[in-house]
């Protein structure tokens, strides 16, 4: 089954922590993303990757990194540095060349202790 | 003013009903437009994809894109109690980044 794994489902971070969600596909996609869902603000993009040791930031990329070392795996740290990391992170992907919309994961809801 | 508008409801309609749901937007660059459904605690999935104008229908699903209005719009046929969910547009002047609409949450009673 083709699809995108997030995990883990829900994340719990103690204060000055940082915390890492995993992001896999087997889609053989090549651009991969994170986005943040926050109540009635809609998804707004954290960062961004079209191709291997390769990123961009999006729009609210302050206090989150990410690598991107595989095709398949994109994980997203949040660092202590973001304060308020309350969310539910979601993780996209879609092939690099022509068009196809991107496809979702199942999300990671992270809370802070 | 954002980007995308969208009424985010709730909208609560009863089985059998048709729903409108619409989303207006600024940036007359856009021309790729999606829509997308998100069960509670799941993440969105893709239920309609247009590039640029017109009609596009799927089963119960018909979407719409007015470019001239900046307006786009999903009706759903005969709804369900199944088709309760939050409705997500979205749209793309080039194939990275999207915008999203806020969402519409409907509701849908038997």
């Known amino acids: 089954d083709g699809g995108i794994t997030q995990s883990p489902k829900y994340l719990f971070r103690k204060e000055g922590q940082n915390v890492t969600l995993s992001c896999e596909q087997n889609?053989?996609?090549?651009?991969m993303y994170w986005y943040r869902q926050d109540p009635g603000q809609g998804l707004r993009l954290i960062y961004y990757?079209?191709?291997?040791?390769?990123?961009q930031k999006g729009d609210i990329a302050e206090g989150y990194s990410v690598s991107r070392e595989k095709k398949e795996s994109f994980p997203l740290t949040v660092t202590s540095a973001q304060k308020n990391p309350t969310a539910f992170y979601l993780c996209?992907?879609?092939?690099?060349?022509?068009?196809?919309?991107?496809?979702f994961g199942d999300g990671t809801r992270l809370s802070i202790l | 003013q954002k980007e995308v508008e969208q009424d985010p409801g709730p909208l609560s309609v009863p089985e059998g009903a048709i729903v409108s749901l619409n989303c207006t937007y600024s940036?007359?660059?856009?021309?790729?437009f999606m829509w997308y459904r998100q069960y509670s605690r799941k993440g969105p999935e893709l239920l309609m994809y247009?590039?640029?104008?017109g009609n596009k229908e799927d089963g119960r699903f018909t979407a719409q894109v007015d470019k001239s209005s900046k307006y786009i719009s999903l009706f759903i046929r005969d709804s369900q109690p199944s088709d309760s969910a939050t409705y997500l547009c979205?749209?793309?002047?080039?194939?990275?980044?999207?915008?999203f609409g806020t969402g519409t949450r409907l509701q849908v009673f038997p």
């Open positions: 996209a992907s879609n092939p690099r060349d022509g068009y196809e919309p991107q496809h």
């Open positions: 889609l053989n996609h090549d651009a």
């Open positions: 990757s079209q191709i291997v040791n390769d990123f």
């Open positions: 940036n007359s660059a856009f021309q790729y």
């Open positions: 247009t590039y640029s104008s």
């Open positions: 979205a749209m793309s002047a080039r194939t990275d980044k999207l915008i």
